[in-house]
C-alpha cells in the first residue's frame, strides 16, 4: 500500500488539528568553539513540521541542515553553544527538559536515520540483535517477543530471507539492505517524529525509490511527522509538503512544494531549483550558483548570501527581515521576487 | 564559463567516424566458495570517437567491474577490449601500467577526496602520470603541461602547490580531471564523477567535462546512477542489469520509449522522471553466482516473467533504429 507523495497525508481522527506542530523551533542558534575560532554554524534558525506533514531541508553541504537535526535531538556534543527561544518537540520543551527526559524521548518519540547507515550501524553485533536492544529499551518485550518483533520489523522493510540475516553483521549486507536496517531501527519504536538524513544517498534510483515509498507508507499510516534532509530537491519535491531553504546556517525561504518549484522568493532557493538536473532540463539550461558559502569563523554580514547574489542592494547590509508573503511563505530577504519581476 | 583557449593536444588522430572503444565478449568470472560469479558477462560495446556514452545500472550489477576491465585496471577472463583498433585485452593489467596505452585510456574516480593521494600537491598528483608514462620530459616540459592542464580544467595556477586537505570538493574534481586528461587519452572513463559533489558545483563540473569533449574531441565513458545526469551529458546509454547489458539506445530514444522492463523501472524510479507511473521492482536480483544460462537474468524482478523467459536467455537484438534490448518481449 503506498500513497502517492503528491497526496496529503490522511490525518486520524484522534489527531490534534493539523495546525499543531509537533516540531516547532524558533530562533535557535549553534555555534561551536573550536581551535580556529567559533563557527557560528545555525542563526536564528526558525522551521516547524505539523504532525503528519513531511518538512524537507534543502541547501548545499555546510548550509546546517544536519547540525539543525542533531541539535533537535540533543546529539551535539560539548563544544556546542546551543540557544533557542522555543524548541519543543511532540509538546515536549527541549530547553527546560532533564537529560533523562531527553533520553527517554529520544528513539522513541523521535527517531532518526542516519547519513551512511553501514557507518551508523554498530560493525561488531549482528543486526538483529541491534534491532532488539532498541525494541527492548522502549518496549517492556521478553528475549523471545523481542525476536519476533525484530524479524517482523526486518520482513517490513522488505529484507527478503530476515531469518537469515537476522545474524548478519552490516559488512554482509549491501548498502541498500543497511539502509533498510536503519529504517527498521527506526521505525522499531513507533515515533512521532521521523528524521531522516539523506537516507538515500550514494544508493541507486530504485533502492531509492523503494526506500522512499517505505517511509511514505510508514509516514502516511502513523501520520507521524519527517523531516528529510536532502541536497536532492527533486527527491525532495516528490516527497514533502513544505521545505525549509538553508543557506550558511540561516533558513532563508520557508514555503510549500508548490511555492518552491513555481514562485520561490529567495533568490537562493530559485538558483537552487535551476541547478538541479530534472528529466526536462537541458546542460545550457542549468547554471551554477556563484561563488561559495561564506566562512562561518569570520564576522558576517546580514545576509549571508549578499556576496553570492545578483540583486544585491545597499539595504542588503541591514538586518535581515522575515518577510511573511503569506501564512505558509516566508522569506528572509530584502528584495524577494514577488511574481513580477 | 570560459576557459583560455589552450594547446595540450596535437589536432585530432582519427576522423570522427572510427571506433575508440570496441568491446566484445568480455567477461570477468571470479571464483567463490559457492561456486562461479559472474560479475561481467558476456559485454558487447562500442563507443565511435568524440561520442559519450552512459552506463547505469544498479549497485552489484557488474559496472565498476566492467569499468575496472575496460580501464585495465584488472584481467578479464574472456573476451576482447580494442582501443582505437589495437587489442588491449590480453595485456596483463600489472604490465598495463607501464604500457604507451596507458596514457590513451584514463580513469576520473568517484570521490575526489578518497583518490588523490593526500600527501601530493596538486601539481605533483598532475604531473605523476606525465613523469611515468614520459609523454612530457624535463622539468621545464612538465610544468609547462601541467599549467596548460589546470588552465583547461578551470584551476588557477595559485592552487598547484596546495595539498588536497586545502581544497573545495570542486576543486578536487577539477584535479581528478587534469590528472587524467594530462597524457592525452582517446577514452576517459568517468566514474561516477559528480556523485560526491553539491548540486551547483554538479553543474560546474558537468559543464566543464562537456566543453573539454567538444574541445579535445575526447571519447567518454560515462558511470552514474543519476539518469537525469547521463542525459546531460551522453550521446547513448547502455543499462546493465546483473553483469548483462539489457538495453543500448540513443540517449533521447531511452528517455522517450524504453524497450526493456528494467529500463522502464529505473526511469520511473527518478524524481520527477519521464515515466509517470512508478514500476516497483520487488525482490532482490538472482545471485549472479553460476547463474542459469537458460533464464533472463531480470527474471523474478520482472513485471513480465513469461514461461519463455525461464527457458531462454534472451540476446540483445534490435528493437527500433539503433536501439537495442535483451529481452524476449520489449516494448516497441
Known amino acids: 500500500m503506498s500513497l502517492p507523495a503528491t497526496m496529503p497525508r490522511p490525518i486520524v481522527a484522534s489527531d490534534p488539528p493539523e495546525k499543531v506542530a509537533l516540531v516547532d523551533v524558533q530562533d535557535l542558534s549553534v555555534s561551536f568553539r573550536t581551535r580556529d575560532g567559533v563557527v557560528a554554524a545555525l542563526d536564528r534558525v526558525s522551521f516547524s513540521v505539523a504532525r503528519g506533514r513531511t518538512l524537507g531541508m534543502v541547501g548545499e553541504s555546510g548550509s546546517g541542515k544536519s547540525v539543525s537535526a542533531y541539535a533537535l535531538m540533543h546529539l551535539l556534543g560539548a563544544a556546542a553553544d546551543v540557544s533557542a527561544t522555543r524548541m519543543t518537540l511532540a509538546g515536549i520543551d527541549l530547553l527546560t527538559a532533564r537529560p533523562d527526559a531527553i533520553r527517554a524521548l529520544r528513539g522513541k518519540t523521535v527517531a532518526m536515520i542516519f547519513q551512511n547507515a553501514r557507518m551508523a550501524l554498530n ?173 562561518l569563523r569570520a564576522t558576517l554580514p546580514a545576509c549571508r548570501f549578499a556576496h553570492r547574489c545578483a540583486h544585491r542592494r545597499p539595504v542588503c547590509e541591514t538586518p535581515l527581515p522575515r518577510r511573511v508573503l503569506d501564512p505558509r511563505h516566508v522569506v528572509a530577504c530584502h528584495m524577494p521576487w514577488k511574481g513580477t519581476p | 564559463m570560459s576557459i583560455e583557449p589552450i594547446s595540450i593536444r596535437t589536432p585530432a588522430r582519427a576522423p570522427t567516424i572510427a571506433p575508440a572503444l570496441v568491446v566484445k565478449g568480455l567477461g570477468k568470472r571470479y571464483p567463490t566458495a559457492g561456486g562461479l560469479l559472474h560479475a561481467v558477462d558476456d559485454v558487447a560495446l562500442s563507443i565511435m570517437r568524440g561520442r559519450s556514452l552512459g552506463l547505469v545500472g544498479e549497485s552489484g550489477c557488474g559496472k565498476s567491474t566492467l569499468v575496472r576491465l575496460i580501464a585495465r585496471l584488472i584481467d578479464p577472463t574472456a573476451g576482447s577490449i580494442m582501443l582505437s583498433g589495437a587489442e588491449i585485452g590480453d595485456v596483463p593489467a600489472r604490465r598495463f601500467g607501464t604500457r604507451p596505452e596507458r596514457a590513451r585510456i584514463q580513469v576520473v574516480f568517484q570521490d575526489p577526496s578518497d583518490s588523490l593521494n593526500p600527501q601530493f600537491r596538486v601539481f605533483d598528483s598532475i604531473a605523476d602520470p606525465l613523469r611515468r608514462l614520459g609523454s612530457a620530459r624535463g622539468r621545464d616540459a612538465i610544468a609547462e603541461k601541467v599549467n596548460a592542464t589546470a588552465t583547461a580544467v578551470g584551476l588557477p595556477p595559485e592552487l598547484l602547490m596546495r595539498y588536497p586537505h586545502q581544497l573545495s570538493g570542486g576543486q578536487k574534481a577539477r584535479v581528478g580531471i587534469a590528472r587524467a586528461i594530462v597524457v592525452d587519452p582517446d577514452v576517459l572513463i568517468l566514474d561516477e564523477p559528480t556523485s560526491a559533489l553539491d548540486v551547483s558545483v554538479q553543474v560546474v563540473i558537468l559543464h ?106 534472451p540476446r540483445l537484438a534490435e528493437v527500433a533504429p539503433g536501439q537495442h534490448a535483451a529481452c524476449h518481449f520489449p516494448t516497441t
Not at chain 1, 185 to 199: G, K, N
Not at chain 1, 205 to 225: F, G, N
Not at chain 1, 256 to 274: C, D, F, I, Q, R
Not at chain 2, 276 to 302: K, V, Y
Open chain 2, 208 to 313: 566543464l567535462l562537456a566543453d573539454l569533449r567538444q574541445r579535445l574531441n575526447m571519447t567518454y565513458l560515462f558511470v552514474s546512477h543519476d539518469l537525469n545526469v547521463v542525459r546531460l551529458i551522453c550521446d547513448d546509454v547502455a543499462v546493465m542489469y546483473l553483469g548483462r547489458i539489457v538495453e543500448v539506445a540513443p540517449v533521447a530514444q531511452m528517455f522517450a520509449a524504453p524497450a526493456h522492463p528494467y529500463t522502464r523501472a529505473l526511469l520511473s524510479a527518478i524524481p520527477g522522471g519521464p515515466v509517470t507511473e512508478r514500476i516497483r521492482l520487488n525482490g532482490e536480483p538472482r545471485s549472479p553466482i553460476d547463474p542459469d544460462p537458460n533464464a533472463c537474468r531480470f527474471l523474478g524482478r520482472c513485471p513480465i516473467g513469461a514461461d519463455l523467459c525461464s527457458q531462454k536467455a
Open chain 1, 123 to 295: 560493525p561488531i553485533r549482528p543486526i538483529g540483535l541491534q534491532l532488539m536492544d532498541v525494541l527492548r529499551r522502549h518496549r517492556a518485550l521478553t528475549r523471545a517477543d523481542a525476536r519476533d518483533a525484530a524479524l517482523a520489523a526486518l520482513s517490513e522493510v522488505r529484507i527478503p530471507d530476515p531469518k537469515r540475516r537476522f545474524d548478519a553483521y552490516p559488512f554482509e549486507l549491501s548498502g541498500g539492505m543497511c539502509q533498510r536496517v536503519m529504517i527498521a531501527l527506526a521505525f522499531a519504536s513507533e515515533p512521532e517524529v521521523l528524521i531522516a538524513d539523506e537516507p538515500t544517498t550514494g544508493l541507486d534510483v530504485t533502492t531509492q525509490a523503494t526506500i522512499m515509498d517505505l517511509i511514505a507508507e510508514k509516514a502516511a499510516r502513523r501520520a507521524m511527522s519527517t523531516i528529510l534532509i536532502t541536497h536532492d530537491l527533486a527527491l525532495a519535491a516528490e516527497h514533502c509538503d513544505d521545505f525549509a531553504v538553508m543557506h550558511a546556517g540561516h533558513v532563508v525561504e520557508r514555503c510549500t512544494t508548490e511555492t518552491l518549484k513555481n514562485a520561490a522568493a529567495h533568490p537562493y532557493t530559485s538558483l537552487l531549483v535551476g541547478a538541479t538536473p530534472t528529466a526536462a532540463s537541458s546542460l545550457s539550461g542549468l547554471s551554477a550558483i556563484p561563488g561559495n558559502l561564506p566562512d
